[in-house]
């Protein structure tokens, strides 16, 4: 699943090559999961001109100059791809097609990936917002007694935030992801609020290094600890696997438990 730095450069790539464009057609391919019909895509989207192309969370948004926003959740397998003319893309869930014959699917073989109009806005803070303080963190963690990785991945909490960053996050911080979380000390939180912006720009400033042009596909080939071919952090700990919550979890013994 494309996590919030691909998302980033996603967003960054699209905005740079279709905003300005004016939407000739729209058709909603798959309705498995979407929860508005392809005649309330049309309506909505056809005719009009794409003003900017941003991340929120864990979502894709595309705002029309009508102020209709067009949401794209990529779930675990979706790609979107750039088409000129016609779209010969499998497993197309949504097309868009522009005055100038360039166009943009979205697909996914498993039929997962969701498009929605004007998904429901939130308070929750974004992992990069200025709203994610470290007050509202030590709130958080403080009225927890869940293991801290799922209060990173947990989108009522914070939004954007993935299993691989999570790991890569927590190995940053030192604390290990199956630390209580209202056991975590005050100058360790700092330490955690620190690590968040830190690790996700960093892997933006890493992705966008070697691929400038994406806009589909996850890249990982730089983290550090969530590598299942290696055996040893950059400062020679030792990285161990297990499952939490169903999820798996990479970590070394450098990492600080609170109990």
């Known amino acids: 699943m494309p996590e919030l730095p691909d998302l980033q450069i996603f967003s960054h790539n699209l905005d740079k090559k279709l905003a300005g464009k004016v939407v000739k057609d729209v058709a909603l391919e798959n309705t498995k999961k979407a929860k508005d019909t392809p005649a309330a895509f049309k309506k909505a989207i ?45 497993n197309t869930i949504l097309e868009l097609l522009f005055e100038d014959g360039t166009g943009l699917a979205l697909t996914d073989y498993q039929g997962l990936a969701l498009p929605s109009l004007n998904p429901e806005e939130t308070d929750v803070p974004d992992a990069l917002s200025d709203e994610l303080t470290v007050k509202y963190l030590e709130e958080q963690l403080g009225k927890k007694k869940t293991a801290v990785k799922k209060i990173l991945l947990d989108q009522h909490i914070i939004r954007g935030i993935g299993n691989a960053y ?39 400033k890493n992705i966008r290094k070697e691929h400038p042009d994406i806009i589909a596909g996850e890249i990982r080939d730089f983290l550090k600890i969530h590598q299942p071919k290696e055996t040893h952090s950059p400062t020679g700990g030792t990285i161990s696997q297990k499952e939490l919550n169903s999820r798996k979890t990479y970590y070394t013994d450098e990492q600080e438990l609170f109990e």
């Open 46 to 90: 056809k005719g009009e001109k794409l003003e900017k192309v941003y991340r929120e969370g864990k979502e894709l948004r595309f705002r029309f100059k009508n102020d209709v926003v067009l949401g794209i959740h990529l779930m675990l397998h979706g790609k979107l791809y750039f088409f000129e003319e016609k779209n010969t893309n499998k």
């Open 166 to 204: 999570a790991d890569e996050i927590l190995w940053e911080a030192g604390i290990s992801p199956f630390s209580i979380s209202n056991k975590i000390p005050a100058a360790k939180i700092k330490t955690l609020h620190h690590a968040i912006p830190k690790v996700l720009k960093e892997a933006e």
